[in-house]
T-cell receptor
């Protein structure tokens, strides 16, 4: 499954499939990005980060891709599990040490 | 051990009242933040404090005032509450202003 954060805020995928969550950022000067996961009733939790001198970074079951040319980030989750159901945010850190969060994408995993 | 804690978890109050939300972090971080999350899940930064100094102050109403008695605490005081203040407020902390942020569990404020 694939989504575009601001235009398609919800994404449903079958358990076991791969998920792709997209994020368009606004500030070309942003040089550090973080993906957060927010489960229902909880605060956001760090998943993975990437600096602008990289275009790909991998974690456990997650991969973040950065395309600075089009100011686009994506979060790929491999073998999506029910516990991955949450709202996912990308946050960009630009000038002035400020972090700006996108609207978020709600991921629902169908068993 | 709770890294970032907030009290209360729920706060229901009437318009015009003054209320405070408390936040404490035991991570030894030097920067703390307050965010507001609306009903559409949009997270907006309100304030951040670094070593007791306000370093970010977004365009929020001056009815909102952050107060930091020490590096481990950043409280949020709200005067003359309005209906539009209803939201979930999150406290967060980080080491330095550009690192990973650790969020508290949130305080759901409902103004009636």
């Amino acid at each position: 499954g694939e989504s575009v954060g601001l235009h398609l805020p919800t994404l449903s995928v079958q358990e076991g499939d791969n998920s792709i969550i997209n994020c368009a950022y606004s500030n070309s000067a942003s040089d550090y990005f973080i993906w957060y996961k927010q489960e229902s009733g909880k605060g956001p939790q760090f998943i993975i980060d990437i600096r602008s001198n990289m275009d790909k970074r991998q974690g456990q079951r997650v991969t973040v891709l950065l395309n600075k040319t089009v100011k686009h980030l994506s979060l790929q989750i491999a073998a999506t599990q029910p516990g991955d159901s949450a709202v996912y945010f990308c946050a960009e850190n630009g000038a002035g040490n400020q972090f700006y969060f996108g609207t978020g994408t709600s991921l629902t995993v169908i068993p | 051990d709770t890294a970032v804690s907030q009290t209360p978890k729920y706060l229901v109050t009437q318009m015009g009242n003054d209320k405070s939300i408390k936040c404490e972090q035991n991570l030894g971080h030097d920067t703390m933040y307050w965010y507001k999350q609306d009903s559409k899940k949009f997270l907006k930064i309100m304030f951040s404090y670094n070593n007791k100094e306000l370093i970010i102050n977004e365009t929020v109403p001056n009815r909102f005032s952050p107060k930091s008695p020490d590096k481990a605490h950043l409280n949020l005081h709200i005067n003359s509450l309005e209906l539009g203040d209803s939201a979930v407020y999150f406290c967060a902390s980080s080491q330095g202003g550009r690192g990973e942020q650790y969020f508290g569990p949130g305080t759901r404020l409902t103004v009636t």
